[in-house]
T-cell receptor, first 110, second 114 residues
Framework: QKEVEQNSGPLSVPEGAIASLNCTYS??????FFWYRQYSGKSPELIMF????GDKEDGRFTAQLNKASQYVSLLIRDSQPSDSATYLC??????????FGAGTRLFVKA | DTGVSQDPRHKITKRGQNVTFRCDPI?????LYWYRQTLGQGPEFLTY????????KSRLLSDRFSAERPKGSFSTLEIQRTEQGDSAMYLC????????????FGQGTRLTVV
């Protein structure tokens, strides 16, 4: 079992729709969870982090964490073509070792 | 602060040669990470440092890979006797100490082994 699992996609949504990205993790002791965005040929950049169960909102982005289910999600509201990228879920396992999932490719159609 | 800097940006080498990459983290970031990324995959953890101490090295990493951070500032990643399977983007990231912090990535070094 991989430590961090994501659906590789691609996920295609029309402009203005909500994109929903999901991630599961295996280490029940994980404490910190991150969503990074990576454009083709570029390095990952942080979108959001979350530590507590529940929702965390930042602009058009909402991260959701359910530690009991070992599940993290990212919702992107009012999706724009510029949101088209690969979204990486990352998890801090013990001692701040950060493990990434394989990423989900998102396409937002104009 | 100019962010995380990696050098070189691109490296082409012949199979069997040794290569060394350098990473200069954001100043005062205690943690430094090395990842490897191939096309269509997420960053694969290689190793990470807290100051000069190497805290963990991936079990997937062969003995041909070694990393150092001698003074707790810049870090080097060396690959000995390169193989074609080593061709990838090598990413460095740095992060301040403590929870509630994020990792900042450099631009990466793209290695091509021919």
């Amino acid at each position: 079992q991989k430590e961090v699992e994501q659906n590789s996609g691609p996920l295609s949504v029309p402009e203005g729709a909500i994109a929903s990205l999901n991630c599961t993790y295996s280490d029940r002791g994980s404490q910190s969870f991150f969503w990074y965005r990576q454009y083709s040929g570029k390095s990952p950049e942080l979108i959001m982090f979350i530590y507590s169960n529940g929702d965390k909102e930042d602009g058009r982005f909402t991260a959701q964490l359910n530690k009991a289910s070992q599940y993290v999600s990212l919702l992107i509201r009012d999706s724009q073509p510029s949101d088209s990228a690969t979204y990486l879920c990352a998890v801090d396992t013990g001692g701040f070792k950060t493990i990434f999932g394989a990423g989900t490719r998102l396409f937002v159609k104009a | 602060d100019t962010g995380v800097s990696q050098d070189p940006r691109h490296k082409i080498t012949k199979r069997g040669q040794n290569v060394t990459f350098r990473c200069d983290p954001i100043s005062e970031h205690n943690r430094l990470y090395w990842y490897r990324q191939t096309l269509g995959q997420g960053p694969e953890f290689l190793t990470y440092f807290q100051n000069e101490a190497q805290l963990e090295k991936s079990r997937l990493l062969s003995d041909r890979f070694s990393a150092e951070r001698p003074k707790g500032s810049f870090s080097t990643l060396e690959i000995q006797r390169t193989e074609q399977g080593d061709s990838a983007m090598y990413l460095c990231a740095s992060r301040p100490t403590g929870p509630g912090t994020e990792a900042f990535f450099g631009q990466g070094t793209r290695l091509t082994v021919v």
